[in-house]
């Protein structure tokens, strides 16, 4: 299996599925939802781009990828209610 870039960053998750980085899936650990993405060498530049507030994405899809992901946490964490 290739490498992996995990974060429980709903938003940030979003913005990489949006810039075209591989979406692997869902961890469950505890009660924390991660977000699993291929590892490429451009997950360091989208990062800091996101965090400095330079990054481009289209907002319609970054949102649609909000909702989305956010539905992939309600279906994991759905066995603890």
Do not use: C, W
């Not at 709903?10 to 590892?39: D, P």
């Not at 994405?57 to 066995?79: C, G, N, W, Y």
């Amino acid at each position: 299996m290739s490498e992996r870039f995990k974060t429980a960053d709903l938003y940030f998750s979003a913005f990489l599925k949006v810039a075209g980085v591989r979406f692997i899936g869902t961890e469950l650990e505890g009660r924390k939802v991660f977000f699993l993405f291929e590892k490429v060498e451009t997950i360091r530049d989208l990062k800091r781009e996101y965090f400095n507030k330079t990054a481009k994405v289209p907002a319609l899809d970054f949102v649609s990828e909000i909702r989305a992901m956010k539905s992939l946490t309600h279906q994991k964490t759905s066995s603890f209610r």
